[in-house]
C-alpha cells in the first residue's frame, strides 16, 4: 500500500488530513497497523475533548499489546469515528480510509512530517 | 544478532513478520494473527517451533537420572509414551516446565522452553553425574514443526505410513515423513489434536513443504507464535515466565500433580516440595478469570477485590478469539479462587469486572 501524499505524518505513526483544519481527519498509518497485529480494542478520545500535540488521547490494542494513542496536533474532537468501537480491524483493513479515527478542530500550528520525511522514518526504525 | 531457525527463508517467503524469541527471529504472523488462530480451532495450523530446546538422555541409567532431576517419575513412562512435567530447584522453585519422551528403554528426549534450554541442559549435566548416561544438547540441529487443528490427523496421514489411530495423545514414534526420519509425537500447546514433527534441520524446509501440500485441500495455514500463545491462553496452559517462574512451585500453578513422591531414590526440591504440599494454606492459586467488552487484562495487572483493594496478579491475558470475551490466568489468594467469586481487574486506570472461573477456558467438542 503506498501511502497517501496528501496526508501529515508523525513520529508515533498517526496520520492527519490538513485539508479542512476544522474537521481534520486523524488515524494511524499502515505501518502502526501491521506493527500491532490485529486491533481488537480502540479507546478513542471523547467529541469535545482538548488535546496536547504529542500527547497520549487513546490507546490501541492488538491481541498481544496496548500501544498509546498520541494525538498528532492540538485541538478539539469534534467527530470520532463510530464504526471503530464496533469494527476495530478496520484499522488494519483500510488505515487510511474506514480505519479513521477522529477529527479534530486544530488550534495553532503543528510540526508534522511530510509523506517522504515519515518513509525516512520508519525506514530508520528498522523494519 | 538472533539465530535464525532452519526455516527462516521459508518464513520470509511466506511474508512472515519476525519476532526475537529467547535469541531466535522466530515467525509472530504471517499475515492476520486471528485469522491463524481461527484455522488452528477450525481446520490446522503449521507452525515452526525450532526454538525449542532438544535435549537427549542415553544409557543405561537415564531413568533414573530424570527421576531424580526432574518432579516427575519418568521411569514410569513407556517407551513411546510422553509426560508433561517439571524440572525445579532445591527450593521447589520451577526452573522450566518440560515434555518428557521416552524414546526407549535407555533413550529420552526433553523438550525445553527456548528461553530456558541451556538452563536445563546445564542443571541435567550436572544431576546426571552421578549416573551412567550422557546428556546431549540437541537444540541447535533439530527442528521442530508442528500440525495443530481438527485437520491435523488427515494431514499428517497423507505424508506417513504412520498408524496415527495407534498413536494417543502424548505418545511418538519414530518414522519417516515426506520420505525423511522424523520422531512424529501427538502433542501440541493449542487444545486442539495436533501432532509434533523433530527432524534434522537441514531436511526441515523439505517436511515443511510437504505438510503444506498436503494440508491444502485440509485448510492448513502457517501460523506464527502470537496465536500460538492465544491458543495456549484458552486452553488454559500455562506459560514459563507468565504462569511459572522460579519464585513459584507446581503447586502454586495447580500443577502439584506433577510432582511424584514415590521415587526410590528422590529427587531435587523434594524437601521444599513435601513442605509446599503439607501447607495448611497455600498463598495464592492460579485461576482463570473471565471479562465483559474487549478491554483485556494483561500480564502484571492488578487483580482486586469487591473493595478494590489489591488482592493479586494477572499473568497472561488477552481478548479471547473463539469466545469474544476477555481471559486472563491471575494468582489470587485461596478465598477468592472459587469459581463464581465477583472479582476485578485494574486496566491501565480503569476497574473492570471479572469472575473466577474453572480452566480451561475452551475445551475442544469431544
Request: proline share 6%.
Amino acid at each position: 500500500m503506498s501511502y497517501p501524499e496528501n496526508l501529515r505524518y508523525t513520529e508515533e505513526h498517526e496520520w492527519v488530513d490538513p485539508a479542512d483544519p476544522t474537521a481534520a481527519m486523524v488515524g494511524v498509518t499502515k505501518y502502526a497497523a501491521d506493527s500491532l497485529g490485529d486491533v481488537v480494542f480502540v479507546q478513542l478520545p471523547d467529541v469535545g475533548a482538548k488535546l496536547t500535540a504529542g500527547e497520549p488521547c487513546g490507546e490501541i490494542e492488538s491481541t498481544k499489546s496496548v500501544s498509546d494513542l498520541y494525538a498528532p496536533v492540538a485541538g478539539v474532537v469534534v467527530e470520532i469515528n463510530e464504526a471503530i468501537v464496533d469494527t476495530p480491524e478496520l484499522v488494519n483493513t483500510d488505515p487510511f480510509g474506514d480505519g479513521w479515527l477522529f477529527r479534530v478542530r486544530i488550534e495553532g500550528t503543528a510540526e508534522l512530517l511530510s509523506v517522504d520525511e515519515y518513509l525516512e522514518h520508519i525506514k530508520e526504525d528498522g523494519s | 544478532m538472533s539465530t535464525p531457525s532452519p526455516l527462516h527463508a521459508v518464513h520470509e517467503a511466506l511474508g512472515a513478520s519476525f519476532t526475537d524469541f529467547a535469541g531466535w527471529a522466530m515467525p509472530l504472523r504471517y499475515g492476520s494473527e486471528l485469522a491463524e488462530h481461527k484455522a488452528v480451532r477450525t481446520a490446522a495450523g503449521l507452525f515452526d517451533l525450532s526454538h525449542m530446546g532438544e535435549i537427549e538422555l542415553t544409557g543405561p541409567e537415564a531413568a533414573r537420572a530424570l527421576d531424580y532431576a526432574l518432579v516427575g517419575k519418568l521411569s514410569a513412562v513407556k517407551p513411546g509414551k510422553a509426560r508433561y512435567t517439571m524440572i525445579c530447584d532445591a527450593d521447589g522453585g520451577v526452573l522450566d516446565d518440560l515434555v518428557v519422551y521416552r524414546l526407549a528403554a535407555e533413550k529420552y528426549l526433553v523438550v525445553a522452553n527456548a528461553s530456558n534450554g541451556p538452563a536445563v541442559a546445564a542443571a541435567l549435566r550436572e544431576r546426571a553425574e552421578e549416573f551412567d548416561v550422557t546428556v546431549d544438547d540437541r537444540s541447535a540441529d533439530v527442528a521442530l514443526i508442528a500440525v495443530q487443528g481438527p485437520t491435523s490427523a488427515a494431514i499428517i496421514g497423507a505424508v506417513t505410513d504412520a498408524d496415527l489411530d495407534a498413536l494417543a495423545y502424548y505418545a511418538s514414534v519414530p518414522t519417516t515423513l515426506a520420505g525423511h526420519d522424523v520422531l512424529l509425537a501427538r502433542t501440541g500447546y493449542t487444545g486442539e489434536d495436533g501432532f509434533e514433527v523433530y527432524v534434522d534441520g537441514p531436511l526441515a524446509a523439505d517436511v515443511w513443504q510437504a505438510l503444506t501440500a498436503a494440508g491444502e485441500p485440509h485448510g492448513l495455514v502457517p501460523a506464527g507464535l502470537a496465536c500460538r500463545d492465544t491458543l495456549r491462553l484458552e486452553a488454559g496452559m500455562p506459560l514459563y515466565g507468565n504462569e511459572l517462574g522460579a519464585d513459584l512451585t507446581p503447586f502454586d500453578a495447580g500443577l502439584g500433580r506433577v510432582v511424584k513422591f514415590d521415587k526410590a531414590d528422590g529427587f531435587v526440591g523434594q524437601a521444599a516440595l513435601e513442605r509446599r504440599r503439607d501447607a495448611d494454606v497455600p498463598e495464592r492459586v492460579l485461576v482463570g478469570l473471565v471479562g465483559t467488552g474487549r478491554r483485556a487484562a494483561r500480564h502484571g495487572y492488578p487483580v482486586l477485590d469487591a473493595g478494590g483493594a489489591e488482592i493479586g496478579t494477572v499473568t497472561s491475558g488477552a481478548l479471547s478469539p473463539t469466545l469474544g470475551h476477555p481471559i486472563a490466568l491471575a494468582y489470587v489468594p485461596v478465598a477468592v479462587s472459587a469459581p463464581g467469586t465477583a472479582l476485578s481487574v485494574d486496566i491501565r486506570g480503569t476497574v473492570a469486572p471479572v469472575e473466577v472461573v474453572k480452566l480451561p477456558f475452551y475445551q475442544r467438542p469431544a
